[in-house]
Nanobody
Framework: QVQLVESGGGLVQAGGSLRLSCAAS????????MGWFRQAPGKEREFVAA????????YYADSVKGRFTISRDNAKNTVYLQMNSLKPEDTAVYYC????????????????????WGQGTQVTVSS
């Protein structure tokens, strides 16, 4: 069992930056691919970014490519999402999630592959 706790959300003006953190409760985070998803009011949860278990490969939704960066520090059992040039349409609850290390590149954006989820952190971008 892995527990994930997100932090770092808040209110920011358009064009600003935030860094989200996701701390895993125990060491096995090193064995998991990690992803970030988000859900805006009235919309379905969508894929944002993912990292392979060792951070060697990263994946991004087209809507955030070039603005967001996912990284991980396995020594600290933590994964990060650096969000730059934020837009009002980035407003959502952001969730981190863990998937088996063997998850393929093609499956990184598939929610069903992720067995563990955090409680979410709110990001609000004002115009």
């Amino acid at each position: 069992q892995v527990q994930l706790v997100e932090s770092g959300g808040g209110l920011v003006q358009a064009g600003g930056s935030l860094r989200l953190s996701c701390a895993a409760s125990r060491r096995p985070s090193i064995s998991y691919a990690m992803g970030w998803f988000r859900q805006a009011p009235g919309k379905e949860r969508e894929f944002v970014a993912a990292s392979s278990w060792n951070g060697g490969s990263t994946y991004y939704a087209d809507s955030v490519k070039g603005r967001f960066t996912i990284s991980r520090d396995n020594a600290k059992n933590t994964v990060y999402l650096q969000m730059n040039s934020l837009k009002p349409e980035d407003t959502a609850v952001y969730y981190c999630a863990a998937a088996p290390w063997s998850t393929t590149a093609q499956a990184m954006g598939v929610m069903d592959k992720y067995g563990y989820w955090g409680q979410g952190t709110q990001v609000t971008v004002s115009s």
